[in-house]
């Protein structure tokens, strides 16, 4: 008896996959991460490093290495932290947003703009210039405190 499935893996997760989202990742660039592997490095034992992604997230034990802090200048003065995952990290969740993203994205609000496909900060402020115009009252809400404060503008 044949099956599709060879593995006795927990999570169904096909190789080519694992492939796709390197080419993701290679093609957005990006710097090596804490274990200052590059890209052009991780290439040198290109099967052997996708197996291992392939297996860890297959199989359930893969675990994110920890990210490098990179301080960063802002605009308006000091610094802020970025934190840059490794190589194979980037491909890993790369893999793990092609395989939930179809799924998860439906349940979103449409006013929903963080993390979204299609969707930016700047979709946001533009939505909310509209609603300016639209509307005399703002609603913000404050979720420390579970709080919400509606502003009479008119």
């Known amino acids: 008896m044949t099956t599709k499935d060879t593995t006795n893996k927990p ?8 492939y796709e ?17 590059t890209i052009e490095q991780f290439e040198a034992n290109l099967a052997s ?3 291992k992604i392939w297996n860890r997230l297959s199989s359930g034990t893969y675990f994110p290495p ?4 990179v ?6 003065g000091g ?9 194979s990290d980037r491909i890993a969740q790369m893999v793990v947003k092609q395989l939930i993203e179809r799924d998860l994205d439906p349940i979103f609000l449409p006013d929903s703009y963080g993390y979204r496909p299609r969707k930016s900060a700047l979709d946001a402020v533009g939505v909310t ?3 300016c115009w639209q509307y005399d009252w703002v609603l ?14 008119g």
């Open 71 to 76: 301080s960063i200048p802002k605009k308006t």
């Open 21 to 37: 989202a390197y080419k993701a990742v290679k093609s957005n660039g990006g710097a090596a991460g804490v274990d200052r592997q």
């Open 49 to 51: 490093n996708l197996y």
């Open 79 to 87: 610094q802020r932290i970025l934190g840059v995952p490794t190589v």
């Open 140 to 153: 913000a809400a404050c979720r420390a405190y579970g709080l919400a404060l509606t502003l009479d503008l």
């Open 66 to 69: 920890p990210v490098l802090a």
């Open 129 to 131: 210039r509209q609603r």
């Open 11 to 18: 999570f169904n997760i096909d190789k080519r996959r694992v």
